[in-house]
């Protein structure tokens, strides 16, 4: 089983910037896909931005495109998001998920049920 933590989040100002980032643990890690979602209160889980191992595509929200970037760091099994240009809208509740299924990395990499694990979750809020 693998673990997620996320973390990063806080309190930002609008136009400002954070980095999430998301550590896994656990057995020999596989993945092949690691994506970002994010709940708002009172709304569904949507999808940020996904990463898929096997040929290094990204994938955004049309809401984040240009303003946020995924990437990666093998050595230390650890995705980051970075967030700039930070809206109001962006507040909500940030999580890290991944998959060892390459059907579901392709198939479903921007779909929450594309995902296996997940991760606590960590607090994003964006003031204006």
């Known amino acids: 089983q693998v673990q997620l933590v996320e973390s990063g989040g806080g309190l930002v100002q609008a136009g400002g910037s954070l980095r999430l980032s998301c550590a896994a643990s656990?057995?020999?890690?596989?993945?092949?896909?690691m994506g970002w979602f994010r709940q708002a209160p009172e709304k569904q889980r949507e999808f940020v931005a996904a990463?898929?191992?096997?040929?290094?595509?990204?994938y955004y929200a049309d809401s984040v495109k240009g303003r946020f970037t995924i990437s990666r760091d093998n050595a230390k099994n650890t995705v980051y998001l970075q967030m700039n240009s930070l809206t109001p809208e962006d507040t909500a509740v940030y999580y890290c998920?991944?998959?060892?299924?390459?059907?579901?990395?392709?198939?479903?990499?921007?779909?929450?049920?594309?995902?296996?694990?997940w991760g606590q979750g960590t607090q994003v809020t964006v003031s204006s």
């Open positions: 656990g057995h020999t890690f596989s993945p092949s896909a």
């Open positions: 998920a991944t998959t060892e299924s390459r059907w579901k990395a392709t198939i479903q990499v921007m779909d929450v049920m594309g995902y296996d694990s």
């Open positions: 990463f898929r191992w096997v040929d290094a595509s990204t």
